[in-house]
Structures are given as structure tokens and as C-alpha cells.
């Protein structure tokens, strides 16, 4: 008597067919569970479905037809920072990036979100990756801020009256100051005997509200013998669009990237934000089936360094002068985990003479802000502000560095939550400039160490 086995029918994936997360990725979980105490909403809500194993399960059932994209599998993988954590606490080499990026790109196509939604994520992606928008607002903004506008509407609560993410967008603004109109020459001479010819990424929100941290780059860099060349042509990385599903647009933003850099000829592609780092290091994988780009993209990709990488690489030139201060450094997500840079800050700080370097507990868990985040999800991402910001108070540090500017302005509305004066707040690289250029512990927490753009052009 023949011996048949009834087959169940295989449905259709919930996922359509252009770059739907890959089963080789999916199957490389074993569901072990070292990656749940990582996690930062596991930690916060202890829900599987808001672990990296729980989302890998879900994005497993929609694969293979038995999960349908909707509302429900969407507020999960919302839900997730995006901080990589899992990445490094997985024994099994896991790339979750590959995984919750593409199914947010899936979501994005195929699950419509509510006329709100969509109205606030397109103000979002219509003015951070644009430098000359950013610009525009930067003046209204100064107003608001030199007026003391703003501090009357803290001190009065008026800003809990808005909504909450426009509330959490006011929480997190950035001191505006004369430097957001400022630029860096496109080439800057190296000091001494040239040893690199590097590229640099000036950023979007980087270069208009953080330019102190993009002109300090350009110093340490050329005092170490780099010639540095700033492209003119460089647009936005392309991060947050990675991150937010919006494929079609990083995929266009890293090409005119790679065409930007390939034309400056440079050896090493530095980069001072962690976010952008991480993603400009993966464009091979973003764009890995372009007939005309996939091969340029992974020697750009091989090219991209943070700027902690590189000054490590590089045997010390400049003196480094003491500094007689405690600082506590903050490890950025996209730093730490996604791009595995760990080692190299902390050795760049150790070769400042006389200063301490507190860790802060917890050093792995993320601290909300997460790219947009805080943003879009404030209430989780004020509950990990808040966390970290509990943890940061245990080291009785008098500044506290990382190195992503998003990092630190997310620290300092948590500490003003908390009712607390902000802590001085440093990117690494602001820290070695001035240890280089020989300035005292008291004039770095004065905030008196910034040198006009131009300095050494």
C-alpha cells in the first residue's frame, strides 16, 4: 500500500518580491535568547514580540505567508530603535540590520499610515537632509532661542501643550549659533609632511548646528598630516531613509554620494557622525544588485572610516596636552554596534594625559535618540533618555563625550527632565583638538575652545 503524505500548500509571502528580507538571514537565528537583556524595548517592556527574536520570528511567519502586514506587525517593528545591540550580543553573527531594515521598506510600499503620520515623517525627511532648509530655519530659530523666548516657555511648561512630537522636537533642539552659516574650504592643507589625502563627510544636521565639531574634525585630522578635501557635491548619506523604509531614496542619495567622493580621489573617507557612518559602510549591500554602481559602492564602502578608526591607524604626530578633567564617554549605538567600533575611542582618550575616563553603567543599552526616533516614538525614547541618564549621573563626571551629536542632545533633555543644569556635552573629536591645542580643563567647560571654520584652510 503506497505511503503518502499530504502536503500542505505553500502560501504566497505577505512580503512582495523586491528585496523582501532573505531566508539565509532569517535562518541564521536559533532563537537563543542572549540578545533579549540587549534589547532596549525588551529590557523597558519585557515583550518577545518587541525583541529582535520575537521581530525575527514575525518577519519569519510573514516569509512564509503566515503573518499578514498589518497594523499590529507594523507598531513591533516601529517599535524597534534600530540600535543593533542584538548584533553584538548574538553568538550566532545574526545581521538584524538585514532584516528590519528591508521589512520596513516592505511596510512602507505596502501598509499605508494615517494622513498624520505621513504628513509628520514627510516634514521630517523634507528638512533634515537638507542642509539649505536647515539654514532657513536656523534664524527663526536663533531668535527664538537669543530672545529667551525659549526659556520662558520651558520655565512656563508651555511646550507640554503642543503635541508630543512637536513637543519632543523642541525638547531637542540644538543650541543655534553664528557657526550655522559657516563652511569649511573644500580643500584644507595637512600640517607637516602629508601622510593621507581624505575625504570628509560634512553631514546634514551636522554641518549647520554642529559645525564646531565638523571645523575640530578638520584640525585633528590635518595637525595628524591628513589633507582633507569636503566635497561640495555630497548630499545627505542617506541614513535616516535606510533606517525609516525609504529605500528608493537612500539608494539615489548613495549613488550621488559615491560619484561625489569618487571624484575628490581621495584614500580614506572619514566620518564623524555614527549613524552615518554605519550606513555608508553597507552601501555595497544597499546597492548589491546595481549593474553600474554595485562594485563602486563596495570600494567606497571599503574607503569609509570613522574618525576614531583612522587617528588610531595613524601613529600619533601632535602633542597631546593634559587635561585635568573627569568625563564620562558614551558609546553610540551605531558606533559600538553596527560599525563594531568600541576599542578606538577609548584609546584616543587614554592618550590624553591626566584625564579620567568614567564608563556609565549600561554602556550597551541605547539611549532613545536612535536617528529620529525621539521623534517619532518620544514616550519610549524618553524612558531610555531617562535611563541613561540616571546611569550617566553615577559617574559624577564634569562633561560627558560620545560620538554622535544626536547622543548628546538626547542626554541633555533628560537632564532637564530631571530638573538638572546640562552636563557640558563634547563630541571625541572636540576633546583631542583641544588637548592638542593646549587648552585648559576650564576653558573646555566653558564651552571656549572653538576656532573659526576656516582655521588651517
Same mark, same amino acid.
Given at each position: !500500500?503506497?505511503?503518502?503524505?499530504?502536503?500542505?500548500?505553500?502560501? @504566497?509571502?505577505?512580503?512582495?518580491?523586491?528585496?523582501?528580507?532573505?531566508?539565509?538571514?532569517? $535562518? $541564521?537565528?536559533?532563537?537563543?535568547? *542572549?540578545?533579549?537583556?540587549?534589547? #532596549?524595548?525588551?529590557?523597558?517592556?519585557?515583550?518577545?514580540?518587541d525583541s529582535p527574536r520575537g521581530r525575527i520570528y514575525m518577519i519569519k511567519k510573514a516569509t512564509e505567508g503566515e503573518a499578514p502586514l498589518d497594523n499590529r506587525f507594523r507598531e513591533h517593528m516601529d517599535n524597534c530603535l534600530g540600535c543593533m545591540a542584538c548584533m553584538t550580543a548574538c553568538p550566532s553573527g545574526v545581521e538584524y540590520n538585514k532584516l528590519i531594515e528591508p521589512t520596513r521598506a516592505q511596510i512602507e510600499r505596502n501598509l499605508p499610515r494615517?494622513?498624520?503620520?505621513?504628513? *509628520?515623517?514627510?516634514?521630517?525627511?523634507?528638512?533634515?537632509?537638507? +542642509? /539649505?532648509?536647515?539654514? !532657513?530655519?536656523?534664524? +527663526?530659530?536663533?531668535?527664538?532661542?537669543?530672545?529667551?523666548l525659549q526659556a520662558l516657555v520651558r520655565a512656563l511648561g508651555i511646550q507640554k501643550l503642543l503635541p508630543k512630537r512637536f513637543a519632543a522636537m523642541e525638547a531637542l533642539l540644538p543650541e543655534v549659533s553664528k557657526g550655522v552659516f559657516s563652511?569649511? @574650504?573644500?580643500? =584644507?592643507? +595637512?600640517?607637516?609632511? +602629508?601622510?593621507?589625502?581624505?575625504?570628509?563627510?560634512?553631514?546634514?544636521?551636522?554641518?549647520?548646528?554642529f559645525s564646531h565639531v565638523n571645523a575640530a574634525t578638520a584640525r585633528v585630522l590635518t595637525a595628524e598630516g591628513c589633507e582633507v578635501v569636503i566635497p561640495r557635491e555630497q548630499p545627505c548619506c542617506g541614513a535616516l531613509m535606510v533606517h525609516s523604509g525609504m529605500e528608493a531614496d537612500? =539608494?539615489?542619495?548613495?549613488?550621488? !554620494? =559615491?560619484?561625489?567622493?569618487?571624484?575628490?580621489?581621495?584614500?580614506?573617507?572619514?566620518?564623524?557622525?555614527?549613524?552615518?557612518?554605519?550606513?555608508?559602510?553597507?552601501?555595497?549591500?544597499?546597492?548589491r544588485d546595481d549593474p553600474e554602481f554595485a562594485d563602486r559602492a563596495m570600494a567606497f564602502s571599503a574607503k569609509?572610516? $570613522?574618525?576614531?578608526?583612522?587617528?588610531?591607524?595613524?601613529? @600619533?604626530?601632535?602633542?597631546?596636552? #593634559?587635561?585635568?578633567?573627569?568625563?564620562?564617554?558614551?558609546?553610540?549605538?551605531?558606533?559600538?554596534?553596527?560599525?563594531?567600533?568600541?576599542?578606538? @575611542?577609548?584609546?584616543?582618550?587614554? /592618550?590624553?594625559?591626566?584625564?579620567?575616563?568614567?564608563? =556609565?553603567?549600561?554602556?550597551s543599552l541605547c539611549c532613545g535618540s536612535a536617528g529620529v526616533y525621539n521623534l517619532v516614538e518620544p514616550d519610549t525614547a524618553a524612558q531610555l533618555g531617562d535611563r541613561k541618564v540616571e546611569n550617566l549621573l553615577t559617574t559624577h563626571a564634569q562633561a560627558v563625550l560620545s560620538a554622535n551629536p544626536?547622543?548628546?542632545?538626547?542626554?541633555?533633555?533628560?537632564?532637564?527632565?530631571?530638573?538638572?543644569?546640562? !552636563?557640558?556635552? *563634547?563630541?571625541?573629536?572636540?576633546?583631542? $583638538?583641544?588637548?592638542?591645542? /593646549?587648552?585648559?580643563?576650564e576653558e573646555i567647560l566653558r564651552h571656549d575652545m572653538n576656532q573659526p571654520a576656516e582655521t588651517n584652510g
Open positions: !500500500m503506497p505511503h503518502t503524505i499530504a502536503q500542505e500548500e505553500q502560501r @504566497p509571502s505577505s512580503f512582495d518580491a523586491h528585496h523582501a528580507p532573505e531566508k539565509q538571514y532569517i $535562518d $541564521d537565528c536559533v532563537h537563543c535568547g *542572549f540578545c533579549l537583556p540587549a534589547c #532596549p524595548t525588551y529590557v523597558l517592556w519585557g515583550e518577545e514580540m494615517s494622513a498624520s503620520e505621513k504628513l *509628520f515623517r514627510k516634514l521630517l525627511f523634507a528638512t533634515f537632509p537638507h +542642509p /539649505g532648509r536647515l539654514r !532657513m530655519l536656523a534664524m +527663526p530659530l536663533w531668535g527664538y532661542q537669543k530672545s529667551g563652511k569649511l @574650504p573644500v580643500t =584644507i592643507k +595637512p600640517q607637516g609632511t +602629508p601622510r593621507r589625502r581624505v575625504g570628509m563627510l560634512s553631514g546634514c544636521v551636522q554641518q549647520v548646528f537612500a =539608494i539615489a542619495l548613495a549613488k550621488k !554620494m =559615491i560619484s561625489a567622493f569618487e571624484a575628490a580621489k581621495v584614500d580614506t573617507i572619514v566620518i564623524n557622525s555614527a549613524g552615518c557612518g554605519s550606513t555608508m559602510k553597507e552601501y555595497g549591500h544597499l546597492l569609509c572610516k $570613522d574618525i576614531s578608526e583612522i587617528l588610531c591607524e595613524l601613529e @600619533p604626530r601632535a602633542q597631546r596636552h #593634559p587635561l585635568k578633567l573627569r568625563i564620562a564617554y558614551h558609546d553610540a549605538c551605531h558606533l559600538q554596534h553596527a560599525q563594531g567600533v568600541r576599542a578606538q @575611542p577609548r584609546k584616543l582618550l587614554a /592618550g590624553i594625559p591626566e584625564l579620567a575616563v568614567a564608563e =556609565i553603567p549600561e554602556s544626536g547622543c548628546l542632545l538626547q542626554l541633555m533633555n533628560g537632564l532637564r527632565r530631571r530638573g538638572m543644569k546640562e !552636563m557640558p556635552a *563634547f563630541h571625541l573629536v572636540e576633546l583631542l $583638538d583641544a588637548s592638542m591645542r /593646549g587648552l585648559t580643563a
